[in-house]
């Protein structure tokens, strides 16, 4: 099938087709009529001939193609992982290579989507080398050496999973989490963190130094992942998304400041530079001999020199910190490199496109803020002031657009005459660039200017942007403000919308407001009745109290879904689903709503609850302790008592700023982590299907483990 094929009724005769002109072409509306339907046939023909390559078919045809090689379908309910796609083409070179150590790392990745390292932990034991049949392995039976600091550190960081020192043998089961080292055990580290790449971030200036998180919080800084070349390759530190270490880095350093122009040890971590620092407006980054790598708990300035080097920065990855030399007078540090997230949630650079371009629509009206491009007359603004001042003079009904095109801190309020006004009719987008994330340092005041008997006031959507300080709804009457991919970091910030209750034309009464993807601060609304809707969210009360308010709108009508509430919530009527609330629920009209699949304390207030943890957990011990005997009250009020002890969400980290924010702990109760309607966990993080995944990790290596061998799954992040 030729793609530039000519249309029939260029193939005719030329007397054919000067006759039918002649007859105004009923002969040329025929064939194209014909000719369309031959396209659609040869499209299916060239689709048919895809599809029988795994490479190239559709993705509904590649468990049929599974299917002929024995494929077994697994979970199909995770959204990256829906095609078998990568299995399928894997599945003959897995048997052939079935049970060795690189094929169980490999089918790991493919079914999780994950990074894994497989361990063979007999290759570990501690053993006497036998003189006439000597290993190539390294010599096992040793005492660590002391003086190999990275090895030390190896048998402690990452559960182990480079730990390179010999152990003595143990008989317990790894598959029950509680043996490793024994002659059948096989273990798969993994590492469920992605690591995100910023480039050309500002540094925050702090106390003593500067830190690589915008906000000023002590972070660490992640190894974006190098892909392994092979197959039979077993992954490095290099190849996995973990927290970089600072002895590596350190020993790396040295080398390099040692080795010779062209010098093969000038490879590892700085031949692609897992960070890079810029000052003052410079455009090269600070090269590698004019970095440190130390502990900066302490925030010492770093050495004038190493050896013949001088030395620029100091650099502490583990805590996120650097310090500069002293002279050096530093007026903007530009920084780039990776940190770690569970998920596609908040101001991040991740993929959002599918996003933007739902929020892209109809936009009659753009403008640019950078940084680093220079201003363009009427369309290109170096803050964001300057564009909202030029929106705010467009006439009602504009649709605009402010797009932000680095991830460079823009320290602004927009607030009082410099605030956003949304006139009836108006829609206002003001989204980061796909894949970066700008960090806007001041308040933010926005104000409809609709009147209140206008059936369509305006709207505010804002998408990607990392927001330190206060978003205020001012008294007035806006229609919508989203929040897509947004992050108000707790402690930091504050969401609140406000209300007259003398002039009804500014009670902002037909306010929407919606957050997709995002963390926030506490949100308050207390006067004002918008609709509130969150959809895979965390909200976070900014203490470490579960009684403060987490949101606390007791006039608004509340959708929650898929989110993490970390406080109290009050509102006048809720739904819920697939969420956790920390803190007391408090709702007005109790005869209506919903709450299914969720958590929250047994003394809220709340509407009818459907399969809720705890009180379904203490349904079923009830009705289990009801086969042997009546449960009286006070039984009931000790079993109560007992399961609100131990069954209650616990987190990888609660306050905003490491990597773990709100991810369920691996040793947070069962009933949570797999207590949504489709057995995933309830929280803003439902949509990771972990236990799907995990689930569909163990059925594979049910398939492809040796005879007698066992594996254990180590969750690192």
């Known amino acids: 099938m030729n793609a530039t094929r000519k249309p029939l009724y260029e193939l005719l005769p030329a007397i054919y087709r000067l006759r039918d002109a002649q007859q105004d072409q009923p002969l040329a509306a025929l064939l194209g009529v014909i000719d369309e339907q031959l396209l659609l046939l040869e499209e299916d023909l060239r689709q048919l001939y895809d599809d029988q390559f795994i490479e190239t078919c559709a993705d509904w045809v590649a468990p049929y193609l599974g299917d002929l090689v024995g494929y077994r379908p697994l979970h199909g309910v995770v959204t990256s992982l829906a095609s078998p796609r990568a299995e399928v083409a894997n599945t003959l070179r897995y048997r052939r290579a079935k049970g060795t150590a690189s094929m169980l790392e490999q089918l790991a990745c493919d079914v999780t989507g994950w990074s894994v390292r497989a361990v063979e932990f007999f290759e570990w034991l501690a053993w006497n080398q036998y003189m006439q049949h000597p290993r190539v392995t390294p010599a096992r039976g040793g005492t660590l050496d002391l003086r190999d600091h990275d090895a030390c550190e190896r048998v402690r960081i990452a559960e182990g999973a480079f730990d390179t020192s010999a152990h003595g043998v143990d008989v317990r089961s790894i598959a029950s989490g509680r043996g490793r080292h024994g002659l059948r ?46 197959f039979a390759h077993l992954a490095t530190e290099r190849n996995v998304p973990a927290p970089l270490r600072r002895r590596p880095l350190y020993d790396e ?18 031949a692609q530079p897992v960070f890079e620092v810029r000052v003052n407006g410079e455009a090269d980054a600070i090269p590698p001999e004019q970095v440190t790598i130390c502990d900066l708990e302490d925030w010492h300035a770093p050495p004038a020199n190493i050896g013949i080097h001088r030395i620029r920065v100091a650099v502490d990855p583990e805590l996120g910190r650097m310090t500069f030399a002293a002279g050096e007078v530093i007026e903007r540090a530009i920084v780039s490199y990776s940190y770690g997230s569970p998920a596609a949630i908040g101001g991040g650079t991740y993929d959002r496109l599918q996003s933007l371009d739902a929020a892209r629509v109809d936009v009659t009206w753009n403008a640019e803020v950078s940084q680093s491009l220079p201003p363009v007359a009427g369309s290109r603004f170096a803050t964001l002031s300057e564009a909202v001042q030029e929106w705010n003079g467009q006439p009602a009904g504009t649709s605009g657009a402010i797009h932000i095109l680095d991830s460079a801190s823009y ?22 660039a796909n894949e970066t994330r700008p960090h806007l340092l001041g308040n933010i005041s926005v104000k409809g200017t609709a009147a209140a008997n206008d059936s ?35 402690r930091h910030s504050k969401l609140s919308v406000s209300a007259s209750q003398a002039d009804e034309s500014s009670r902002n009464s037909n306010l929407s407001l919606t957050l997709r993807h995002s963390i926030v601060g506490p949100v308050s609304s207390p006067d004002a009745a918008p ?29 929650i879904r898929r989110s993490t509430l970390l406080g109290s919530t009050s509102t006048m009527h809720l739904e819920a689903r697939n969420s956790l609330f920390t803190g007391l629920v408090s709702v007005e009209r109790r005869q209506s709503g919903c709450m299914g699949f969720c958590y929250l304390p ?50 990888t980290a609660r306050d905003y700023g490491p990597p773990g924010f709100g991810q369920l702990r691996l040793s947070a109760p069962l009933q949570l982590r797999t207590g949504a309607d489709d057995e995933s966990e309830m929280g803003a993080f439902h949509d990771l ?20 061998f066992e594996a254990g799954v180590v969750f690192i992040t």
């Open 253 to 270: 350093l040295q080398a390099w400041r040692s080795a010779s122009p062209g010098d093969v040890r000038k490879k590892g971590y700085f």
């Open 602 to 651: 047994m003394d809220s207030r709340s509407p009818r609850r459907h399969r809720c943890q705890p009180d379904l957990e203490l349904e079923t011990q009830v009705a289990h302790a009801e086969r042997q005997a009546p449960v009286t009250a006070a039984q009931r009020a000790l079993l109560r008592s007992a399961i609100e002890s131990w069954l209650k969400p616990t987190f």
């Open 456 to 490: 369509q006031p305006g709207a505010l959507i804002l998408n990607g942007l990392l927001i330190e300080g206060a978003l205020s709804v001012l008294v007035g009457n806006l229609g919508a403000l989203n929040l897509d991919h947004c992050t108000l970091p707790p």
């Open 531 to 559: 609709a509130l809707r969150l959809e895979d969210c965390i909200v976070h009360n900014g203490t470490d109290d579960d009684a403060a308010p987490a949101i606390d709108a007791p006039h608004a009508v509340a959708d």
């Open 689 to 708: 299907f972990q236990p799907q995944r995990e689930s569909n990790l163990r059925l594979r290596l049910d398939e492809y483990l040796r005879f007698g």
């Open 185 to 230: 055990n096989v273990g798969l580290f993994v590492w469920r963190l992605d690591a995100l790449r910023v480039t050309h971030a500002d540094a925050r200036k702090v106390s003593s130094g500067f830190t690589f998180h915008p906000v000023g919080l002590d972070a660490p800084l992640f190894n974006p992942p190098l892909p392994e070349g092979e």
């Open 411 to 432: 320290a602004e309020s927009l607030t009082g005459s410099s605030s956003i006004q949304i006139p009836a009719g108006s829609r206002l987008l003001i989204a980061a």
